[in-house]
């Protein structure tokens, strides 16, 4: 018997500090009306001194307070990031020792802004192994660490944060309906960060990190184009009419390309909430926080079918079909 995915609860954890559009000027040749009329963002959550596995854990502490679950009773952790804590341990095995859940593997997945999506997927292929019964993931990022500040074309859209979700298998007709993945490699260097060199000989000089760099308008033209796509191909798997969908959870990177998705969609925009104008893109974590937002409101009735949606770096784009 298939073992559906059910979405107990949420949680989620943004720094203290805000920054607004106006501070940035300080530093930068930009203005708040430039800022929000091309990008939705008015502000932002801009870490202090708390590192990736510091907001994942509080994230993670949060869901399992909500859902009164035993740590212990997780059997597997899975937090999407490109902005880790370090290279080793993964970000999820600190998380699994700060939290006590004794009894769960814990690994990362690096797929920048598709990374919660696509570890929801992978969740929902573990939960076909009775071994896995409870399943954290948890989109988290630092963006604030890997951003060139001067470079007015990028600093104006990041912000750090945590989303987390708990998910265990169930036999109710609810869970994942559809899936699309996909992945145009040939379009990686568009968006990249991090890259390393490797020389030829040693010894050599500590490798040290790029800031993230952004073909602005490569990436706009990507996510308009393959994100309504990406929707269609999932929605005709999952055999549901676009018209049927509640809510479409998007990726938080630009309020322009949630609008121009809902066109391409046919869909009125009051189906796509929005939560970028007070955090801002936060890669892995945006569609987790978007979520956490909308059932902590209300606004999400079990029985309802959502979208999720992600696109960004590789280039990808990732998007789920999930009954609620």
Known sequence: MK?????????????????????LTAWLDTS????????????RHLSDGENTADLATR?????????????????????????????MPSTAATVQGRIGATQAAAFDLSAACTGFVDALTVANQMLQNPQFQRILVIGAETMSKIIDWYDRTTAVLFGDGAGAVLVEATSEPIGILGVDLMTDG????????GQTVVTQKAPHPLTRLTPL???????YKFATHEVPASINRALAQAQVPVTAVDHFILHQANARIIRQVAKRLGQPLVKFPQNIDHVGNTAAASEPLLLDEIITKGQLKHGETIVLSGFGGGLTAATIILKY
Do not use: C, F, H, Y
Request: a positive charge; aromatic letters at 2%; charged letters at 25%.
């Open 3 to 23: 073992r559906n995915l059910k979405i107990v609860t949420s949680g989620q954890a943004v720094p203290k500090p805000v920054v607004a559009n106006q501070d």
């Open 32 to 43: 708040d009306e430039w800022i929000t009329s091309r990008t939705g963002i008015k502000e």
């Open 59 to 87: 994230a993670a502490k949060q869901a399992l307070e909500r859902a009164k679950w035993d740590p212990a009773s997780l059997n597997l952790i899975i937090v999407a990031t490109m902005t880790p804590e370090a290279l």
């Open 186 to 193: 040939q379009q990686g260097p568009k968006l990249t960060a």
């Open 213 to 219: 760099k952004m073909d602005g308008r490569a990436v």
